[in-house]
């Protein structure tokens, strides 16, 4: 580049800085750069002027001795173009221009009243200050203006023919004419370098704007074309059919994809708007044509439906079908925009599906069992119908309760925590028996068998499950516990009674034999207190067989049910009097006194030999297991509708387990007794049988070394 383009570069970016400013916008920073221009120019002129003054007098062009104060007046001009340039390089422009112009213009009237008055250059300065407010703020400004200079000039031309006013300074006839032509050179050459300055100003202005409409043209068509293969690329390889009927009903737009789904081109159905109605299955066209009726009209709602078409290639296919009106940005409506998307496949999975859950809705609502699913919150979601046979309720009353909303409130809080921890570590359930009240508050015992079920993120959102009813088979394994335990306590009571006819019974009959052979064989050579003593221990000996054979025959009765229950009313004390006497005899042998505390005023119904029997074993054990020296007492009390009858000794007691088993058949061994009296173990099982055929109960209390109570209770009348 040449040193000439160099300093023109130069020059360029200072004038540049010079008349920058700073604005919001690109009228603004226009209408800144311009005034700052004028601001520089305006600062020319005046020194321009007051070279002019200073060299009046000595090229004779005034008789006036010109000072240097009067002719640097024109400098108090600069101060305000100053700041009114900065003022506007920040930003204030349209108020700095508001300040220089009125300012300029009074100041410009001043100076025409101090310099020549109506003669003065100063009217001349003034049209360029009216030009300035005229084209950079408005024309009205330029009429206010124009009419105040017009008054105040003919205000100083009545003043001075009136001789009342004179100016300051003059520069006479010779030398005003001069000033005259040297200002209207000056506001020439400046007023045609400013509109030449504007005229280039403005064309290149033209000329950029001119280029930018240009180039935003040029782009927006650039954006048009690629915005066109945009929506061509997106509308020809969509993937469903699309189409744009126009408002004549005849097809604008179809695309490509027509062809892979009907095997027709885009163009057959361009020349035929009917074909579409055409390939629609008989079954379903009337169904279209009718949907076709809704939609061709203007601000028509988006539409759906599915329908069949016969292809080309005589396939039937489903087709899903949305369209909905359309219209220009003018609101004109352009017709229906439509797609039709192929939706076989996915009509071939919903048969299946259906089909599947047809045969699952067949399975469930009919199965025996009680089929069921839950949300995580645990409520129900489904139940089939079974819940109404087996709760009584219906499908409709179940969904949305709990499992424990069925369960008795201490079943609920047994399963409750189980229930927690399944929700929150899911895991399957096999075989959960819970109780559950019916709607008639029955109870109902279920079988559950349940797993979880996830989601595609592997959180467990419910538990499917089916319920069994087992009330029927828990009752009859209740049964069958009971008949089994029934059987092992015959079982047991059959082999003591073999046991004891094996042994117990058969002992005696051995020492009969003896002592009677002994008698038979010996007798002349036995002396009489021998002979005294084998028939004292006959005695003994057949007196418990007896025993031992009457308990064995009341055992068999009660066991095969012909144990006849007779009860009848009577005095409960004179009823037990003979068999008490009669055991205190016994007793007497020990040394072993036997009170009888029983009320005689108690009047009792039950069967008189059982309770008889119940006594004299009840008060031959007490006597069998007390030491000589000891007492038996015998009780009773009535206690509200029942009476209560007690046998207490001063024996040798019990422990614990022989007291907890001691009316369990086949538990309870025969003990020797305190004089070493035998026994067959047979008695409290009696008695216990007995009580219970009177609907009553037995228990005892015994501490080891302290003695026994055995307590009866039994109802006053049955």
Not at 28 to 54: E, Y
Not at 374 to 397: F, Q, T, V
Not at 405 to 430: H, I, K
């Given at each position: 580049?040449?040193?000439?383009?160099?300093?023109?570069?130069?020059?360029?970016?200072?004038?540049?800085?010079?008349?920058?400013?700073?604005?919001?916008?690109?009228?603004?920073?226009?209408?800144?750069?311009?005034?700052?221009?004028?601001?520089?120019?305006?600062?020319?002129?005046?020194?321009?002027?007051?070279?002019?003054?200073?060299?009046?007098?000595?090229?004779?062009?005034?008789?006036?001795?010109?000072?240097?104060?009067?002719?640097?007046?024109?400098?108090?001009?600069?101060?305000?173009?100053?700041?009114?340039?900065?003022?506007?390089?920040?930003?204030?422009?349209?108020?700095?221009?508001?300040?220089?112009?009125?300012?300029?213009?009074?100041?410009?009237?001043?100076?025409?009243?101090?310099?020549?008055?109506?003669?003065?250059?100063?009217?001349?300065?003034?049209?360029?200050?009216?030009?300035?407010?005229?084209?950079?703020?408005?024309?009205?400004?330029?009429?206010?203006?124009?009419?105040?200079?017009?008054?105040?000039?003919?205000?100083?031309?009545?003043?001075?023919?009136?001789?009342?006013?004179?100016?300051?300074?003059?520069?006479?006839?010779?030398?005003?004419?001069?000033?005259?032509?040297?200002?209207?050179?000056?506001?020439?050459?400046?007023?045609?370098?400013?509109?030449?300055?504007?005229?280039?100003?403005?064309?290149?202005?033209?000329?950029?704007?001119?280029?930018?409409?240009?180039?935003?043209?040029?782009?927006?068509?650039?954006?048009?074309?690629?915005?066109?293969?945009?929506?061509?690329?997106?509308?020809?390889?969509?993937?469903?059919?699309?189409?744009?009927?126009?408002?004549?009903?005849?097809?604008?737009?179809?695309?490509?994809?027509?062809?892979?789904?009907?095997?027709?081109?885009?163009?057959?159905?361009?020349?035929?708007?009917?074909?579409?109605?055409?390939?629609?299955?008989?079954?379903?066209?009337?169904?279209?044509?009718?949907?076709?009726?809704?939609?061709?009209?203007?601000?028509?709602?988006?539409?759906?439906?599915?329908?069949?078409?016969?292809?080309?290639?005589?396939?039937?296919?489903?087709?899903?079908?949305?369209?909905?009106?359309?219209?220009?940005?003018?609101?004109?409506?352009?017709?229906?925009?439509?797609?039709?998307?192929?939706?076989?496949?996915?009509?071939?999975?919903?048969?299946?599906?259906?089909?599947?859950?047809?045969?699952?809705?067949?399975?469930?609502?009919?199965?025996?069992?009680?089929?069921?699913?839950?949300?995580?919150?645990?409520?129900?979601?489904?139940?089939?119908?079974?819940?109404?046979?087996?709760?009584?309720?219906?499908?409709?009353?179940?969904?949305?309760?709990t499992p424990f909303d069925f369960m008795p409130p201490e079943e609920a809080e047994r399963l409750g925590a189980a229930f927690?921890?399944?929700?929150?570590?899911?895991?399957?359930?096999?075989?959960?028996?819970?109780?559950?009240?019916?709607?008639?508050?029955?109870?109902?015992?279920?079988?559950?068998?349940?797993?979880?079920?996830?989601?595609?993120?592997?959180?467990?959102?419910?538990?499917?499950?089916?319920?069994?009813?087992?009330?029927?088979?828990?009752?009859?394994?209740?049964?069958?516990?009971?008949?089994?335990?029934?059987?092992?306590?015959?079982?047991?009571?059959?082999?003591?009674?073999?046991?004891?006819?094996?042994?117990?019974?058969?002992?005696?009959?051995?020492?009969?034999?003896?002592?009677?052979?002994?008698?038979?064989?010996?007798?002349?050579?036995?002396?009489?207190?021998?002979?005294?003593?084998?028939?004292?221990?006959?005695?003994?000996?057949?007196?418990?067989?007896?025993?031992?054979?009457?308990?064995?025959?009341?055992?068999?009765?009660?066991?095969?049910?012909?144990?006849?229950?007779?009860?009848?009313?009577?005095?409960?004390?004179?009823?037990?009097?003979?068999?008490?006497?009669?055991?205190?005899?016994?007793?007497?042998?020990?040394?072993?006194?036997?009170?009888?505390?029983?009320?005689?005023?108690?009047?009792?119904?039950?069967?008189?030999?059982?309770?008889?029997?119940?006594?004299?074993?009840?008060?031959?054990?007490?006597?069998?297991?007390?030491?000589?020296?000891?007492?038996?007492?015998?009780?009773?009390?009535?206690?509200?509708?029942?009476?209560?009858?007690?046998?207490?000794?001063?024996?040798?007691?019990?422990?614990?387990?022989?007291?907890?088993?001691?009316?369990?058949?086949?538990?309870?061994?025969?003990?020797?007794?305190?004089?070493?009296?035998?026994?067959?173990?047979?008695?409290?099982?009696?008695?216990?049988?007995?009580?219970?055929?009177?609907?009553?109960?037995?228990?005892?209390?015994?501490?080891?070394?302290?003695?026994?109570?055995?307590?009866?209770?039994?109802?006053?009348?049955?």
């Amino acid at each position: 580049m040449s040193v000439s383009g160099n300093k023109q570069t130069w020059y360029s970016s200072r004038w540049q800085t010079l008349i920058d400013v700073k604005a919001d916008n690109d009228e603004d920073f226009r209408l800144g750069r311009l005034f700052n221009t004028l601001m520089v120019i305006s600062t020319i002129i005046v020194v321009v002027l007051v070279i002019v003054f200073m060299l009046m007098e000595p090229l004779g062009l005034s008789n006036h001795t010109t000072t240097h104060v009067e002719a640097a007046f024109p400098f108090v001009f600069i101060p305000l173009s100053l700041f009114c340039w900065r003022h506007a390089k920040n930003g204030h422009i349209k108020s700095s221009i508001s300040i220089y112009v009125w300012t300029n213009f009074v100041g410009i009237s001043a100076a025409a009243w101090v310099f020549d008055g109506i003669y003065s250059p100063a009217w001349i300065l003034n049209i360029w200050t009216i030009t300035i407010a005229g084209t950079l703020l408005t024309p009205i400004y330029s009429l206010w203006m124009t009419s105040g200079i017009v008054l105040y000039y003919l205000l100083l031309l009545i003043l001075y023919k009136l001789n009342l006013y004179q100016p300051l300074l003059s520069f006479g006839e010779e030398g005003r004419e001069y000033v005259n032509i040297a200002c209207l050179l000056i506001m020439l050459m400046s007023s045609v370098g400013f509109l030449t300055f504007l005229n280039m100003r403005s064309l290149r202005d033209t000329l950029l704007r001119l280029y930018k409409e240009i180039s935003e043209r040029k782009q927006a068509e650039i954006k048009l074309n690629e915005s066109k293969e945009k929506y061509r690329t997106v509308a020809d390889f969509t993937y469903d059919w699309e189409y744009w009927l126009g408002p004549d009903g005849r097809y604008i737009y179809i695309s490509p994809s027509c062809e892979r789904i009907t095997r027709y081109k885009a163009d057959e159905f361009l020349d035929d708007p009917h074909l579409l109605t055409a390939i629609i299955h008989p079954q379903d066209r009337s169904y279209f044509r009718h949907h076709l009726d809704g939609v061709m009209t203007e601000n028509c709602e988006v539409r759906r439906l599915d329908f069949r078409i016969i292809t080309r290639s005589n396939e039937e296919r489903w087709i899903s079908h949305t369209c909905q009106s359309v219209s220009g940005s003018d609101g004109k409506w352009l017709g229906r925009r439509g797609t039709n998307r192929d939706i076989t496949d996915q009509k071939r999975i919903e048969e299946t599906l259906r089909k599947s859950e047809d045969k699952f809705r067949s399975l469930a609502e009919n199965i025996s069992d009680w089929i069921w699913e839950i949300d995580k919150e645990g409520k129900y979601i489904y139940s089939n119908p079974r819940s109404k046979d087996i709760l009584g309720y219906e499908s409709e009353e179940i969904i949305g309760k709990t499992p424990f909303d069925f369960m008795p409130p201490e079943e609920a809080e047994r399963l409750g925590a189980a229930f927690e921890a399944a929700m929150n570590t899911p895991q399957v359930f096999s075989g959960i028996e819970n109780i559950n009240l019916d709607k008639n508050g029955n109870t109902v015992i279920l079988e559950t068998n349940a797993l979880p079920i996830f989601n595609s993120s592997g959180e467990c959102i419910s538990y499917r499950g089916i319920d069994r009813d087992i009330t029927e088979r828990k009752s009859s394994e209740q049964k069958i516990k009971k008949i089994n335990e029934e059987l092992k306590e015959l079982n047991a009571t059959r082999d003591r009674f073999f046991s004891i006819i094996a042994h117990d019974l058969k002992s005696p009959f051995q020492g009969l034999l003896g002592y009677s052979e002994m008698l038979t064989t010996e007798y002349d050579r036995l002396s009489e207190s021998e002979k005294i003593l084998f028939i004292k221990n006959i005695y003994e000996l057949s007196k418990n067989a007896y025993a031992l054979l009457d308990n064995l025959l009341i055992w068999s009765r009660i066991q095969t049910g012909k144990m006849i229950f007779s009860p009848d009313v009577f005095n409960l004390r004179q009823e037990l009097l003979p068999t008490i006497n009669l055991l205190s005899q016994i007793a007497s042998n020990k040394n072993i006194s036997v009170e009888n505390n029983i009320d005689g005023k108690t009047l009792l119904k039950a069967d008189r030999n059982m309770l008889q029997t119940i006594i004299r074993n009840l008060v031959s054990n007490a006597i069998k297991f007390t030491l000589q020296g000891g007492k038996v007492v015998l009780a009773s009390a009535q206690i509200s509708n029942y009476v209560e009858i007690s046998v207490s000794d001063t024996g040798v007691g019990m422990n614990r387990d022989l007291l907890e088993n001691i009316f369990i058949s086949g538990k309870v061994t025969s003990t020797k007794g305190t004089g070493n009296e035998g026994g067959t173990g047979l008695g409290l099982g009696l008695c216990y049988e007995m009580v219970k055929m009177h609907n009553g109960k037995i228990w005892a209390e015994s501490k080891v070394e302290n003695g026994t109570t055995f307590v009866f209770r039994i109802p006053s009348e049955i």
